[in-house]
């Protein structure tokens, strides 16, 4: 059988991608697996910021519309891209990889006064590290970002550590962020979308119920808040012998909330870290 998979094509989601591949080759070694690249509004339209023209969604709109055609049977995420409400047909169904999930800041010289990020929640947090610095928007890949840094443009961006992780970046100097720095919600996961009740075979043989148990945690308080690419948030969840420890991030613009709370329940505990952040 033929599984086509489909993703951006962007060298970090082709790699997310050859992962993903990788593990349902040991599960169903028979079938044969095609990767279908598709262009995203998010890749194309690179002069804007993500929040002038739809936020996250514009990374994954033109895949799910190519699962629910039957053009492609699933697509791979980096679950951070994806909004927390999808077309009534689809949904998240497996979440098979964690990576590392730290933001860290990435340059080439020790000598930081302009800071290059698209993200509210990176420069909400940021901006107590570095005080000084000046935050300017940054978009495209990887590669489009750091060389922004090498020519000066900018003398540093926040980066997902997993992307630097799953394209092998070396020559760069790496700062962490520290323990308080709040990630996106799904950083570092890698997540399968699908038509409902469509490829469970597979989705059910690859999923890590560890990092799916997280990836609904934070994904219910990203709801919670109404987060997404116009809301200053995080969440970062960790699984552990059925408790679900979570740490929380969230700005109204003047105030910086963080929390952490331990559950049972992913949904319960994420919806609670909402409503408490926003009291």
């Not at 999930?101 to 010289?109: E, G, K, P, W």
């Not at 469970?200 to 043989?205: L, M």
């Not at 109404?226 to 003047?254: K, L, Q, W």
């Amino acid at each position: 059988m033929v599984i086509k998979i489909g993703t951006r094509k962007s060298p970090l989601a082709m790699k997310q991608t050859e992962a993903v591949i990788e593990i349902l080759k040991r599960k169903f070694p028979d079938d044969t697996f095609e990767i279908v690249g598709i262009s995203t509004k998010g890749d194309r339209e690179l002069n804007k910021s993500l929040s002038s023209f739809g936020g996250k969604g514009v990374f994954i709109k033109e895949l799910e519309a190519a699962l629910l055609s039957g053009e492609i049977d699933m697509a791979v995420h980096s679950a951070k891209d994806m909004p927390t409400d999808l077309p009534k047909n689809l949904t998240i169904s497996a979440a098979p990889v964690r990576g590392e999930r730290r933001d860290v800041l990435v340059h080439y010289t020790d000598d930081i006064k302009i800071i290059g990020t698209g993200s509210q929640r990176r420069e909400a947090q940021a901006k107590t590290l570095f005080p000084n610095a000046e935050f300017k928007p940054i978009r495209g890949n990887i590669a489009t970002r750091l060389e922004k840094v090498k020519n000066g443009e900018f003398d540093a961006v926040i980066m997902a550590k997993a992307a630097i992780d799953r394209l092998n970046i070396k020559d760069i100097k790496i700062t962490d962020l520290g323990d308080n720095f709040v990630c996106a919600a799904g950083q570092g996961i890698i997540a399968i979308e699908t038509v409902k009740g469509k490829m469970t075979e597979y989705t059910d043989a690859i999923n890590d119920t560890n990092v799916f148990t997280e990836l609904t945690a934070e994904r219910a308080f990203l709801h919670g808040v109404g987060g997404g690419c116009h809301a200053p948030c995080g969440a970062s969840a960790v699984y552990d012998n059925g408790n679900i420890t979570m740490r929380t991030f969230y700005s109204d613009g003047e105030n910086n909330v963080y929390l952490e709370m331990t559950d049972t329940d992913p949904i319960r505990l994420g919806k609670t870290m909402a409503e408490k952040s926003k009291e």
